[in-house]
């Protein structure tokens, strides 16, 4: 089941899907969710997906998903041999068109070989509209093995100096063959406001990079994440919309970003009212 | 007699392993200790920008290791502090441009004039992580109360095991809040599933991020919660008994407190 | 909202169910990457098994099935013989009488009749 993809070449060829890694150098900045969360966006819109785990040895994709229990083949596996694509493929649990490649929990990042890895990327192109390649942290072998199949990329970054500061440099290693895309995360518009944190602006000064959405730190993640369940699969709430905004920009949208603001939820002024705690 | 050697670790990336190892290392600079800090994150260095350093870095760990510089050549003053210095890691380069006895030596030279060494290790259980361990004869695991940063701390915890490496536990980023609603495993749960001794309980606290910003260890800031909390954790490792501020359930800190063993 | 009614009337909270898919996830990881664990859970289990029964040790299969809530072992061990079942022992009285009687002397006739098969069927040449 195949969208029309914009850049389509004549009937008879090969329809290849984009093929887009989610990175960042920096850990802990939401590649994994977002991942996760994108690749729900846009199968939920209709098109085919391949999330593929490309952190060997600290696999994490397969559990935001809530699919933990459902991998029985790996990546590894699928390149040794021992298991086909097919085998190794677990479709999700809430979007019909999703499926996830997971990576082997009990080896090493260096026993992947790159070209082997962009061949099966490229296999997963042939039947895909988007694969999401999920990058480890770093900028060593694994991180060159999520890169080397992709097209595209899609760099996240904190509104934090560390954070600001690995993407520069991943987006350096990155070089020309890519025009990377930045999503802010965890964006926390009250401190914002209060000087104690970097802007949107601060930010993509120093990146310069087109900015694909920004998405405020929100704690419903973690309770999605411990539920196994993507924030992408609600209609309503700041943050799954902003996922089905980006995913509408990542399929050529033109779909206005507007920047999370300062907002006070409703209990949030009760807790102030009754004197609890401020942000 | 030589310093502690110990490596700030956690497999998942982005818990506050450099945050951690800066403000432990502060905070026990400030007790009068002499620290040492090492930043074994080679091509994504960040220690030395959480401590508002980088701008002094002249050598790194690399030219070190590759003879280019002395180890007191390299290390930077935090003059902020009695004894507290910094051995940056190299920017350019990547984690394979050091072996792991190398990195060990410089470890084993910076220790023999300090009291305290503390390793920030690089997220992963690779080259980097392989070198930071190498170094290191105790291990504090960092973790959030969060399912991804749990199972990557029991792969390290489970590597660690495999080296005989005395560790034990901070959970970082609690949400008590969260807790009490059901929506975040407790310090409880989390000791309960990695199973080792817990040194530290740090609540999530937007003031690091500021303090992060300006390149400011937060027990410099002595109305600051996070300070306090770090001081504990300095005084804990330091071998006394000191009982955890009170977040979550009843009954567990009583539990605690009898398993609290010095040192 | 509705999670917070969900809340309101039971069910489980997501930390619980968290604790548990953790469990279970650890018990999954530690067994990958203990291979040599399920080596020898495999031999020792096929070696009690053998005690009662013949199997192929060639093709003996060991997997773990995870579900949502538990993990699971199952062993697929062919069976290649089951014995006869042999009979029971004798009775504890005439081996006393046998004894009582082997002070005063043998019962010849036992003896005999134990002979003659092996003189009437000698071993067949090997």
Not at chain 1, 82 to 102: G, M
Not at chain 2, 52 to 81: H, S, T
Not at chain 2, 119 to 140: H, K, L, Y
Request: glycine residues 8%; aromatic residues 4%; charged residues 25%.
């Amino acid at each position: 089941m195949h969208q029309p993809i914009p850049h389509e070449e004549a009937a008879s060829a090969v329809k290849l899907g984009r093929a887009i890694v989610v990175t960042s150098g920096k850990g802990g900045v939401g590649k994994t969710t977002t991942t996760a969360n994108l690749g729900t966006a846009l199968a939920q819109r209709g098109a085919s997906v391949a999330l593929v785990d490309a952190d060997v040895g600290l696999r994490n994709l397969d559990i935001v998903l809530g699919l933990e229990s459902r991998v029985k083949f790996h990546v590894l596996d699928v390149l040794e041999g021992k298991a086909s694509l097919d085998d190794a493929l677990v479709r999700d649990k809430h979007s019909e068109t999703l499926v996830l490649l997971a990576a082997a929990q009990s080896r090493e990042k260096d026993e992947v070989d790159t070209e082997q890895m962009r061949a099966l990327i490229q296999s997963l192109r042939e039947r895909y509209d988007y694969v999401l390649i999920d990058c480890p942290a770093g900028i060593e072998l694994g991180f060159r093995n999520a890169v080397v199949g992709a097209d595209e990329a899609i760099v996240v970054c904190t509104p934090e100096v560390s954070a600001v500061r690995d993407v520069d440099r991943v987006v350096g290693l990155l070089g020309n063959r890519f025009k990377p895309q930045l999503i802010i995360n965890r964006l926390r518009p009250q401190l914002v406001k209060k000087g104690k944190m970097l802007s949107v602006e601060d930010v993509n000064a120093i990146l310069r990079l087109p900015l694909l959405g920004v998405i405020a730190d929100e704690p419903e993640i973690i309770i999605t994440t411990n539920k196994g369940e993507p924030l992408a699969l609600r209609r309503e709430g700041e943050t799954a919309s902003a996922y089905h905004a980006i995913a509408a920009r990542v399929a050529g949208e033109d779909v206005p970003a507007p920047a999370p603001e300062v907002k006070e939820s409703f209990m949030e002024k009760l807790g102030t009212i009754f004197g609890g705690r401020r942000a | 007699m030589a310093g502690r050697r110990i490596v700030v670790t956690s497999g998942k990336g982005g818990v506050g392993k450099t945050t951690t190892t800066a403000n432990l290392g502060a905070a026990l600079a400030k007790r009068g200790l002499r620290v040492v800090l090492v930043d074994a994150d080679i091509g994504l260095r960040n220690l030395d920008l959480v401590l508002g350093l980088e701008k002094r870095i002249v050598f790194d760990l690399v030219e070190v290791a590759e003879g280019r510089c002395q180890l007191r050549q390299a290390l930077i003053k935090d003059k902020r502090f009695e004894s507290l210095a910094i051995l940056p890691a190299a920017q350019t380069r990547d984690k394979d441009a050091i072996t792991e006895s190398q990195f060990e030596s410089i470890v084993a030279q910076a220790a023999e004039a300090a009291d305290y060494v503390l390793i920030d290790c690089p997220a992963g259980i690779e080259a980097g992580f392989r070198n930071a361990v190498a170094g290191a004869t105790e291990a504090i695991v960092v973790t959030t109360p969060e399912v991804s940063a749990i199972r990557d701390a029991d792969r390290v915890v489970g590597k660690l095991n495999d080296r005989r490496l005395p560790m034990r536990l901070i959970v970082n980023r609690l949400r008590p809040e969260m807790v009490r609603t059901g929506d975040m495993l407790s310090v409880e749960d989390v000791c309960e599933i990695l199973a080792i001794e817990l040194l530290g309980i740090v609540p999530d606290d937007s003031e690091i991020i500021d303090t992060t910003n300006r390149g400011e260890p937060i027990v410099l800031d002595a109305a600051a919660r996070l300070g306090v909390i770090y001081d504990k954790i300095a005084r804990r490792l330091e071998g006394e008994m000191v009982p955890f501020t009170s977040f979550d359930a009843q009954g567990f800190f009583g539990k605690l407190f009898g398993s609290l063993k010095a040192g | 909202m509705i999670e917070w009614v969900k809340k309101m009337f039971g069910g489980p909270t997501s930390s619980s169910t968290a604790k548990e898919r953790l469990r279970l996830v650890l018990m999954t990881d530690h067994l990958a990457l203990a291979p040599d664990i399920i080596e020898n859970m495999k031999r020792d289990l096929v070696d009690v098994i053998s005690r009662y029964v013949e199997v192929d040790r060639e093709h003996v299969e060991v997997n773990f099935e995870r579900e949502d809530r538990a993990l699971a072992m199952l062993a697929n061990i062919p069976i290649v013989n089951v014995n006869r079942p042999s009979p029971p022992p004798e009775p504890a009285e005439p081996q006393v009488a046998h004894a009582v009687m082997a002070a005063s002397g043998p019962p010849p006739q036992r003896r005999r009749r134990r002979k003659k098969p092996a003189q009437q069927n000698p071993a067949p040449a090997t």
